[in-house]
């Protein structure tokens, strides 16, 4: 048994959203009871303790878009780099980098991404990857490292076309024996999912190739409409819009997520909605590649379930919240727009996704659900109850205040000391090998 208490508990549970100095019991990977500390602590009196002193204590983030793959590009120059669009962005930075990935660099992204994710709080990621340099087993590593420190994942390889049919292929079957392997596990902490990079490096082979391939049970993973170019491409070589072509190949659906939808008109919104699949905005890659706002807010309003994800950019999910709400009011110039469709996004979007491949209930405290839980050094100078709670914590926290990570019943993270992790040696070799990439790449 496990008492994190002595805290303000946001619990996100409707029925007893707000507890101004609670607790939350945990016992194996749930959580057994959440109240105030004193009746807890008679309760369960030999429970461990955890301290939150005065601090926040609240469910755990969901990102529903990730790349661990680019986590060697932070600080990176890549000789030549002059983009003048986002094809140039994709080939010059990210294509170039995962083309010279070994499994090595794979596995140490990784690593040094899900220590990123326990310091920010975040403890269930659905990652994106690529490394056309060492495709398979390639999310096999990653899962090595997911398991090494505790965080929930959902994976999948971005299948293309880009690098030749043979490498189409790997990809087709590294996703296919992923998946495999995940519906097998019974942790309710690795699942997998088929995945593609967007529609204009995929062929109808390559997409026809996928379908046959894919295990039932689960979905795609696709980035859709993020670049205008995407949406031209479509246009020019299948005469239809991109998530009609998506619908043609049977891939919408409520297992698939669809990442950014920047360029989606009215008629594949309702596509969406109608076959009930999930989409997930990443606000400030779109702002970093220039792309352009996705209609977000309408793609809410329409019922279509919405996420909110990080794209690799950071992982701080309340750094993306803070900039969904900025580039919204800014992009409709209404200083109304957003204050209820990123919260919403972020704090419920993100847990249906997660809870469409795993088991446990996640996002709330609250007896039954997945103990997930993390404490917040964010002691408020103004009023908190539960009709604020969202405003606190988009204009009060960032993600490196948080203290204390425990997933799945697992304290990963005390006191911002990393449990089980040598997070300094981690580092170091990520360091060396991230040196030996860039070297490897400008020396061509």
Not at 265 to 284: F, Q, S
Request: hydrophobic share 40%.
């Amino acid at each position: 048994m496990l008492i994190i208490g002595n805290g303000r508990v946001i619990t996100r549970d409707s029925a007893n959203p707000y507890i101004e100095s609670g607790a939350v019991a945990i016992e194996g990977t749930q959580i057994k009871k959440v109240g105030d500390l004193e009746t807890l602590k008679k309760e369960f009196p030999d429970a461990e303790f955890i301290d939150a002193k005065g601090k926040i204590i609240m469910p755990a983030f969901v990102n529903a878009h990730e790349h661990i793959y680019s986590a060697f590009a932070r600080g990176m120059s890549v000789n030549g780099y002059d983009p003048k669009g986002f094809l140039d962005i994709l080939d010059g930075m990210w294509w170039t980098i995962d083309r010279n990935l070994t499994l090595n660099d794979t596995y140490l992204s990784a690593m040094a991404t899900y220590i990123d994710c326990i310091k920010n709080g975040v403890t269930t990621i659905f990652d994106h990857h690529a490394s056309f340099g060492s495709i398979e087993g390639s999310l096999f590593e990653i899962e090595r490292a997911a398991k090494e420190t505790g965080v929930r994942s959902c994976l999948c390889y971005e299948i293309s076309d880009r690098d030749g049919m043979d490498k189409a292929r790997a990809s087709v079957k590294e996703n296919a024996d992923f998946i495999r392997h995940a519906l097998k596990d019974d942790t309710g902490m690795i699942a997998g999912m088929m995945g593609m990079h967007a529609q204009f490096t995929i062929s109808d082979e390559t997409m026809e190739l996928a379908a046959a391939n894919k295990p039932d049970g689960v979905g795609y993973h696709i980035h859709v409409a993020e670049g205008i170019e995407d949406l031209h491409h479509c246009l020019k070589h299948y005469g239809k819009r991109i998530v009609d072509r998506l619908m043609d190949h049977g891939i919408l659906g409520e297992k698939t997520l669809l990442g950014h939808c920047i360029y989606v008109n009215e008629h594949e919104m309702d596509l969406i909605k109608d076959t009930n699949t999930m989409v997930v905005h990443n606000p400030e890659s779109n702002m970093g590649n220039a792309c352009g706002c996705p209609p977000t807010m309408h793609i809410v309003h329409k019922g279509i379930l919405t996420g909110l994800g990080t794209d690799g950019y950071t992982h701080d999910m309340t750094e993306s919240y803070k900039v969904a709400n900025v580039l919204h009011k800014h992009h409709l110039c209404d200083a109304n727009a957003a204050w209820s469709e990123v919260p919403q996004m972020l704090f419920e979007g993100n847990v249906q996704i997660a809870e469409r491949y795993f088991p446990q209930k996640l996002g709330v405290l609250k007896e039954g659900a997945a103990a997930d839980v993390i404490v917040v050094d964010y002691i408020p100078p103004t009023p908190l109850h539960a009709g604020n709670v969202n405003s606190h914590v988009l204009f009060g926290m960032t993600g490196r205040d948080v203290v204390t990570t425990v997933a799945n019943g697992k304290v990963l993270m005390k006191e911002r000391e990393l449990l089980n992790i040598d997070a300094e040696k981690v580092l170091a070799d990520c360091r060396q090998a991230a040196g030996a990439l860039a070297d490897r790449i400008n020396s061509r």
